[in-house]
Antibody, heavy 122, light 112 residues
Framework: EVHLVESGGGSVQPGGSLRLSCVAS????????MHWVRQTPGKGLVWVSR????????NYADSVKGRFTISRDNAKNTLYLQMNSLRAEDTAVYYC???????????????WGQGTLVAVSS | DIVMTQTPLSLSVTPGQPASISCKSS???????????LCWYLQKPGQSPQLLIY???NRFSGVPDRFSGGVSGTDFTLKISRVEAEDAGLYYC?????????FGQGTKVEIK
């Protein structure tokens, strides 16, 4: 079964940085687009970013564009989210998710990791 | 951005009874390939979301057939024919036709 394990969350002051990681297993990682989605009690689920299987294409939500960078290392089956200039409103549980990526299901988020909590506060 | 509006925001259901959740999109979710890109997730307490339904009415692998999805225009519906205790949690609709993908606010289903 698809396995996604996030790490790297924690507490950070406004303006600080964090890098989230997500180790994937039980599927051919390089063949799949991947997304980050975050969840807060107030705003619910919010899509953050996505990256193509080879890493050449990335997209971002307007709220994080210019501050967050999504990347991947296919040799390590690992997805990353570098978060800079963090703000209080970035406080959330961040989920690593897989895109189905097939010809009949491209764009569909089918599996989620367990999430990692990022808390931005002074 | 496409706005997804769910109703109701909470629901209390007796086991064995049906339940229905609605989700309305602000734009048409019909893609050029003829598919409609609307899906449903269930987040059980203390867990991450899990995919239930995709393309309006297709059940994901392992999802019981008591779950079904439908559409009328831009109004989407998730139905549970006979609610079981394990169905408790937060249900979300999501559109995946256009970036940024957007979710409904969530519907909390409580089992009486």
């Amino acid at each position: 079964e698809v396995h996604l394990v996030e790490s790297g969350g924690g507490s950070v002051q406004p303006g600080g940085s964090l890098r989230l990681s997500c180790v994937a297993s039980e599927f051919p990682f390089s063949h799949y687009w991947m997304h980050w989605v975050r969840q807060t009690p107030g705003k619910g689920l919010v899509w953050v970013s996505r990256i193509s299987g080879d890493g050449s294409t990335t997209n971002y939500a307007d709220s994080v564009k210019g501050r967050f960078t999504i990347s991947r290392d296919n040799a390590k089956n690992t997805l990353y989210l570098q978060m800079n200039s963090l703000r209080a409103e970035d406080t959330a549980v961040y989920y690593c998710t897989r895109d189905c990526s097939g010809p009949s299901c491209w764009g569909l988020i089918d599996y989620w990791g367990q999430g990692t909590l990022v808390a931005v506060s002074s | 951005d496409i706005v997804m509006t769910q109703t109701p925001l909470s629901l209390s259901v007796t086991p064995g009874q049906p339940a229905s959740i609605s989700c309305k999109s602000s734009q048409n979710l019909l893609y050029s390939d003829g598919k409609t890109n609307l899906c449903w997730y269930l987040q059980k307490p203390g867990q991450s979301p899990q995919l239930l339904i995709y393309e309006v009415s297709n059940r994901f692998s392992g999802v019981p057939d008591r779950f079904s999805g439908g559409v009328s225009g831009t109004d989407f519906t998730l139905k549970i024919s006979r609610v079981e205790a394990e169905d408790a949690g937060l249900y979300y609709c999501m559109q995946n036709i256009q970036l940024p993908y957007t979710f409904g606010q969530g519907t909390k289903v409580e089992i009486k």
